[in-house]
């Protein structure tokens, strides 16, 4: 199996940009299709992006398209999310995945291991 360790969270005003960043400990990273996913106060917990083991294909959301980037480097066993341009709506604790699956997918209980969390929250 592998642990997941998010970092990057923050506190950053409307407009801003972040980079999120998760480390894999454990089993080989690149075993693993893997995504990020967020829930904000009150809500369920929402799908963000995900990405093949390899890298090569990525996954955005509606809400994330033309504002993140979902990237990884498996030499560095780390999984990154560049948001830029945030917005309040975005507030939420950002959490990664990883999948045994031979895929990547939207669902969360498509995902077998899962980091702690990071609190992004973004003022007006």
């Known amino acids: 199996q592998v642990q997941l360790v998010e970092s990057g969270g923050g506190l950053v005003q409307a407009g801003d940009s972040l980079t999120l960043s998760c480390v894999g400990s454990?089993?080989?990273?690149?075993?693993?299709?893997m995504a990020w996913f967020r829930q904000g106060p009150g809500k369920g917990r929402e799908f963000v992006a995900a990405?093949?083991?390899?890298?090569?294909?990525?996954w955005l959301a509606d809400s994330a398209k033309g504002r993140f980037t979902i990237s990884r480097d498996n030499a560095k066993n780390t999984l990154y999310l560049q948001m830029n341009s945030l917005k309040p709506e975005d507030t939420a604790v950002y959490y990664c995945?990883?999948?045994?699956?031979?895929?990547?997918?939207?669902?969360?209980?498509?995902?077998?291991?899962w980091g702690q969390g990071t609190q992004v929250t973004v003022s007006s």
């Open positions: 995945a990883a999948t045994e699956g031979g895929s990547y997918y939207d669902e969360d209980s498509r995902y077998d291991y």
């Open positions: 454990g089993r080989t990273f690149s075993d693993y299709n």
């Open positions: 990405i093949s083991w390899r890298g090569g294909s990525t």
